[in-house]
């Protein structure tokens, strides 16, 4: 069983090395208290962007993470942002938005390859979003992975992700993704996510996973190898595994379940331990549970359509629109479903004495 990085080559599958085997148990921390990374939702109303909206979630955000005593940063430009359906100058617009309003909180942007054609990996198709981004102050960029970076040799990839390196300035974290978010995803070989993680440009990685527990494998590597990189959970079906193992979130969930998740990480640090908390993970988990439910193709990718009607419900947006560009929605009996999923987590938050989660 691998349990050294020079044992590693990039064929190694994480079944090969001893963190596949690693326990949650054995990496609990009830001291820590990291980053919530909120992929932040950009709304719409009558096909544009709902700036009012956005301001009012976000202020929304700040309040709760202020409450609980949690570092909170914005993920903006990501999936839950449109990043796929955003003009370069809208882009530059949401960030210039945030930034005049929240001058600040950390934000972390998202970047993918613009303008990729063909089928060859280009690493400057990562440069205009890259050029936007750094251009701000007390930001980070987050790569998001695209379908030709995705698909190159394990050898290839890293030295695409070392290229890409070259145009960053900022710190940056890296983006792994599972299928049930895109059918052309694979995540990152035990091989790979070394080879990033000892990069200096990459401060941290998120990997987005649903049905494989891949983030307890980068948990597991970057604790027994001391390793400087912060792995950033994206599973929103196992919300409570990062705050129990004192690690940073980076999810969509962040938005919809603001408050409760930032109560969470409170109790979970609490001495003694308020155990009032295991049904709080429950309760958000059963609402998160719902909004990135899988459709008939195994994908999660509309939870952004539920997110939107979550804050319309709650009273922070005025519509449940999504790009009018994006193909990921869901059926038009969602408000309803999204209401019944948050009966459970309303009755838990009423009697821990949650505020700012209440229907309209």
Not at 56 to 72: F, N
Not at 287 to 304: C, H, I, P, T
């Amino acid at each position: 069983m691998i349990s050294h990085p020079a044992e590693l080559t990039p064929s190694t599958s994480w079944e090969e090395t001893v963190w596949a085997y690693t326990p949650e148990e054995a990496l609990v921390d009830h001291t820590a208290n990291p980053r919530l990374c909120v992929a932040t939702l950009l709304p719409f109303r009558n096909g544009q962007p709902d700036w009012e909206g956005f301001e009012t979630s976000v202020r929304w955000m700040l309040t709760c993470a202020e409450a609980a005593g949690v570092e909170i940063a914005f993920v903006l430009n990501a999936d839950t942002g449109y990043i796929f359906n955003l003009s370069e100058e809208l882009y530059a617009e949401v960030i210039r938005r945030f930034r005049a309003v929240f001058p600040e909180p950390k934000i972390i942007c998202g970047t993918t390859a613009v303008g990729a054609q063909g089928e060859t990996f280009n690493p400057g198709w990562y440069r205009p979003h890259l050029e936007i981004a750094q251009n701000f102050e007390n930001v980070e960029v987050m790569i998001m992975t695209s379908r030709l970076l995705n698909e190159l040799g394990t050898e290839k990839r890293r030295d695409a992700y070392y290229e890409i390196a070259e145009m960053i300035t900022v710190p940056a974290i890296v983006h792994a993704l599972e299928p049930a978010f895109v059918p052309w995803a694979s995540p990152y070989s035990p091989w790979l996510l070394h080879e990033l993680a000892k990069h200096e440009k990459f401060v941290g990685g998120k990997i987005s996973t649903l049905d494989e527990p891949h983030f307890l494998y980068w948990a597991a590597m970057c604790r027994d190898l001391g390793l400087d990189f912060a792995p950033h959970s994206g599973d929103d079906f196992g919300i409570a595994s990062a705050i129990k193992m004192g690690l940073p979130l980076l999810i969509g969930a962040g938005v919809s379940a603001c408050p409760l998740i930032c109560t969470a990480k409170k109790l979970w640090s609490s001495a003694p331990l308020d155990t009032r908390v295991y049904k709080l993970f429950e309760a958000f988990q059963s609402l998160e549970d719902a909004v990135f439910r899988l459709d008939a193709k195994g994908s999660a990718a509309a939870y952004k359509h539920s997110t939107a009607h979550v804050l319309k419900l709650l009273g922070l947006i005025a519509s449940s629109e999504i790009h009018p560009e994006c193909t990921d929605r869901r059926p038009d009996d969602e408000a309803d479903r999204m209401r019944e999923a948050l009966v459970r987590p309303l009755r838990i938050a009423d009697r821990l004495g949650i505020k700012n989660f209440s229907l309209a």
